[in-house]
T-cell receptor, first 113, second 113 residues
Framework: AQSVTQLGSHVSVSEGALVLLRCNYS??????LFWYVQYPNQGLQLLLK??????LVKGINGFEAEFKKSETSFHLTKPSAHMSDAAEYFC???????????FGGGTRLMVKP | EPEVTQTPSHQVTQMGQEVILRCVPI?????FYWYRQILGQKVEFLVS????????KSEIFDDQFSVERPDGSNFTLKIRSTKLEDSAMYFC???????????FGPGTRLTVL
């Protein structure tokens, strides 16, 4: 069985500060990992994905994530937060045996001016 | 840019009533999915559908639920006799292939009274 844990249901940063959203996964087989973002009243939008190529993955809006097998982590970072980054972020895992996504609980990012 | 659409955006129903949630996946996609998110909880997989058959389903997807692709564009989720605990946001998603990125719709908020 696979699972995803996102540490911190709420994260608050100042505009211009580093954004770090944590995600740890468990999977019995090599995983595919995803970060989705949800803006208010919108659907889930893919930010980036890891599919066993490069361990450092770059996504949209300046976000990136690094796959660390030894730590079973896939943390999301952005060097400098912007007000428009305020949203809920979901980490998800899929194994190559099926196509269902298993999501973490989500982290709401707040950006202070 | 093509997107997944869902109707209605909000559905209110009485316990025991049948509801049908509608989705229009992206036109060249072949795999379709339903997920749900109960308020304050994780996004959970319900079912995936390919080639007019269910390809995978979760324990949540019991006999009360059914899915259908009634024509070339719509993908529906039916709940036969709604319960209070069915109140949730229901997300439809689609992908080109089973291993490809899933694109999500904006969701339908179902409220069962």
């Amino acid at each position: 069985a696979q699972s995803v844990t996102q540490l911190g249901s709420h994260v608050s940063v100042s505009e211009g500060a580093l954004v770090l959203l944590r995600c740890n996964y468990s999977s019995s087989v090599p995983p595919y990992l995803f970060w989705y973002v949800q803006y208010p009243n919108q659907g889930l939008q893919l930010l980036l994905k890891y599919t066993s190529a490069a361990t450092l993955v770059k996504g949209i809006n300046g976000f990136e994530a690094e796959f660390k097998k030894s730590e079973t982590s896939f943390h999301l970072t952005k060097p400098s937060a912007h007000m428009s980054d305020a949203a809920e972020y979901f980490c998800a895992v899929r194994n190559n045996a099926g196509n269902m996504l298993t999501f973490g609980g989500g982290t709401r990012l707040m950006v202070k001016p | 840019e093509p997107e997944v659409t869902q109707t209605p955006s909000h559905q209110v129903t009485q316990m025991g009533q049948e509801v049908i949630l509608r989705c229009v996946p992206i036109s060249n996609h072949l795999y379709f999915y339903w997920y749900r998110q109960i308020l304050g909880q994780k996004v959970e997989f319900l079912v995936s559908f390919y080639n007019n058959e269910i390809s995978e389903k979760s324990e949540i997807f019991d006999d009360q639920f059914s899915v259908e692709r009634p024509d070339g564009s719509n993908f529906t989720l039916k709940i036969r006799s709604t319960k209070l605990e069915d109140s949730a946001m229901y997300f439809c998603a689609s992908s080109v292939g089973g291993a490809d990125t899933q694109y999500f719709g904006p969701g339908t908020r179902l409220t069962v009274l």
